[in-house]
């Protein structure tokens, strides 16, 4: 059974940075495509970052390109997500997602595992 526990978020105010981790356990980590969404309140939940297997290639959404990075350790099986200069549209629940495709999708239904999701709110 894949289980991903994301860790990180808080309160912060804009411009401050943050990194998030995504632990997944009972799957092959190194083979899985990993990605970051978030949703806002009554919001569907979106695409903000995805990474290959290897780490090799990844993937921004606009609206956090220049200001987000991707990362993962597969000898920590361990997803980050660093996010520098906060705005407040940031506001969301992130969740990590783990996908068996080899190629790096923008949509939930791409992903076959989800952590339970971690709470970040940017104030201004």
């Known amino acids: 059974q894949v289980q991903l526990v994301e860790s990180g978020g808080g309160l912060v105010q804009t411009g401050d940075s943050l990194r998030l981790s995504c632990v997944v356990s009972g799957g092959t980590f190194s083979s899985y495509t990993m990605g970051w969404f978030r949703q806002a309140p009554g919001t569907e939940r979106e695409f903000v970052a995805g990474?290959?297997?290897?780490?090799?290639?990844?993937y921004y959404a606009d609206s956090v390109k220049g200001r987000f990075t991707i990362d993962k350790d597969n000898l920590q099986n361990t997803l980050y997500l660093q996010m520098n200069s906060l705005k407040s549209e940031d506001t969301a629940v992130y969740y990590c997602?783990?996908?068996?495709?080899?190629?790096?999708?923008?949509?939930?239904?791409?992903?076959?595992?989800w952590g339970q999701g971690t709470q970040i709110t940017v104030s201004s």
């Open positions: 997602a783990g996908s068996t495709r080899s190629v790096i999708g923008q949509l939930p239904r791409h992903y076959d595992y």
């Open positions: 990474i290959s297997w290897f780490g090799h290639t990844t």
